[in-house]
């Protein structure tokens, strides 16, 4: 059964430093997604992702956060300085229609030290 | 402000209960999902509604959305210890997005 992928499982990672996390949607699906959940706390959106091009960001997606589909396959988040608080579970998604539902990834664990 | 309010939080009831799940919002949304979440994976997908007043059963699940497309509940007959988890709602607002409530912690004990 297809299913999103996503690595590292989970990464520990200095404040201040850059992240990538690294995601590969389902093959045929066309818009893409990150999340986040903070540590006991609610699945929050990210960005949504759409023939290269990013469709909706959320205000937590600030100046520090970027996304890109580099080769077809992968889909990537970069975090350029990390900070403490970005430490959560990211989560990506990806869908074939537009409105349609969600398959997520397993998820990257990201702890910023 | 809390777009989606998912109630309960936590619930804890014993095996063969019944039991109901609440998500309300002030929105309409296009759709509304149920997710289940096992602790340290993504959520996955339960059930999607569409259509107002729309009701879905999933074995003992029945899930209803709200004739305004505003609300809607989840609710467990005869629940069992597998049903354990974390259960999220998500509304698909006009633009694929889907925006979570906070989660319902469900326990059922044996």
């Known amino acids: 059964e297809p299913e999103v992928t996503q690595t590292p499982s989970h990464q520990v990672t200095q404040m201040g430093q850059e992240v990538i996390l690294r995601c590969v949607p389902i093959s045929n699906h066309l818009y893409f997604y990150w999340y986040r959940q903070i540590l006991g706390q609610k699945v929050e959106f990210l960005v949504s992702f759409y023939n290269n091009e990013i469709s909706e960001k959320s205000e937590i997606f600030d100046d520090q956060f970027s996304v890109e589909r580099p080769d077809g396959s992968n889909f990537t988040l970069k975090i350029r300085s990390t900070k403490l608080e970005d430490s959560a579970m990211y989560f990506c998604?990806?869908?074939?229609?537009?409105?349609?539902?969600?398959?997520f990834g397993e998820g990257s664990r990201l702890t910023v030290l | 402000t809390q777009l989606l309010e998912q109630s309960p939080q936590f619930l804890s009831i014993q095996e063969g209960e019944n039991l109901t799940v609440y998500c309300n919002s002030s929105s309409v949304f296009s759709s509304l999902q149920w997710y289940r979440q096992e602790p340290g994976e993504g959520p996955v997908l339960l059930v999607t509604?569409?259509?107002?007043?729309e009701v879905k059963k999933l074995k003992r699940l029945t899930f209803q959305f709200g004739d305004a497309r505003k609300d809607s509940s989840l609710h467990i007959t005869a629940a069992q210890p597998g049903d354990t988890g974390l259960y999220l709602c998500a509304g698909a607002l006009w633009g694929n997005k889907l925006v979570f409530g906070a989660g319902t912690i469900l326990r059922v004990k044996s």
């Open positions: 998604a990806s869908a074939t229609v537009y409105g349609g539902e969600l398959f």
């Open positions: 509604v569409v259509t107002g007043g």
